[in-house]
């Protein structure tokens, strides 16, 4: 199955009822979030380095919301750790059924077991590295401190999360800058306003950004000792927590 371009916004408007990871949205994946999240292609790279430096021998890897599996085979390739093994993990079946094809023609030394299942039903056991690769802002608000509790628990000393999320302004003059600077970067990639607009709509109920704040609060709780934001694009941030 080859890539296409991203059009769905252009041409469907019954997509503004609602976004879905089916079918036609894996169909464009790639370059719907190159083209949409600014820096996602040096993120993805940038996973496997930490991963590589984080990684602990005869370990758990886990990427929770796959998606089509960038994070999973960047460490895969990556990753130096004797008898690690990765874990991925998405509720859509689409994107597992893409995602296990991808692991099949470019995974690396690591291997790769795709699973399809709720992350929130998924076991995190003696993990060193669990990724959420902009995962938990598709999340119900109620469900974001368990799913990080369970991680916490279920991770090794010494192990890391590494997760990338959309993220939330306290001020509102910053808010408002940085969504006009993020709709400029869709407009350089060749998005119409119809479409900015459109896939706006789609995102409104589904996809839900907290402050970095919130984030860090919810970290100290699950016990994390220490995170850090090691990039940040506009409204798209990533980060790091120490267990």
């Known amino acids: 199955m080859s890539d296409e ?6 041409r469907n408007r019954a997509l503004t009822t609602g976004f879905r990871f089916d ?12 083209r949409s999240v600014p820096g996602y292609e040096l993120v993805v790279p940038m996973i496997g380095m930490l991963a590589r430096r984080y990684a602990q021998p005869d370990s758990q890897i886990f990427d929770l919301g796959c998606s089509l599996g960038a994070a999973s085979l960047a ?3 990556a990753v130096s750790a004797d008898g690690a093994r990765i ?3 998405d509720n859509s079946e689409a994107m597992v059924t893409r995602c296990k094809s991808n692991v099949v023609k470019k995974g690396g030394a690591v291997p790769i077991n795709v699973r399809l299942q709720d992350i929130l039903d998924t076991p995190i056991e003696n993990a060193s ?11 119900d608000l109620d469900q974001r401190q368990s799913l990080i509790n369970g991680i916490a628990a279920g991770m090794r000393a010494g192990g890391v999360l590494i997760f990338s999320e959309k993220i939330r ?8 800058d940085q969504t006009m600077w993020h709709h400029d970067f869709k407009r350089a990639q060749g998005y119409s306003e119809l ?3 459109q896939k706006r709509n789609a995102l409104e109920d589904v996809l839900r950004p907290e402050t970095e704040a919130s984030h860090f609060n919810r970290l100290h709780t699950a016990g994390f000792s220490r995170y850090h934001r090691w990039f940040q694009c506009f409204s798209f941030a990533s980060y790091i927590a120490f267990k």
């Not at 590295?129 to 999340?139: A, I, S």
Request: charged share 20%.
């Open 195 to 197: 479409e900015i607009s």
């Open 5 to 10: 371009q991203d059009k769905l916004f252009a």
């Open 23 to 34: 079918e036609q949205v894996v169909k464009v994946f790639p370059d719907m979030i190159a």
């Open 87 to 89: 874990t991925a993990v």
């Open 129 to 139: 590295v669990v990724v959420l690769n902009f995962t938990l802002q598709f999340l």
């Open 75 to 77: 460490m895969s390739l």
């Open 169 to 176: 302004f306290e001020d509102e003059l910053e808010q408002a």
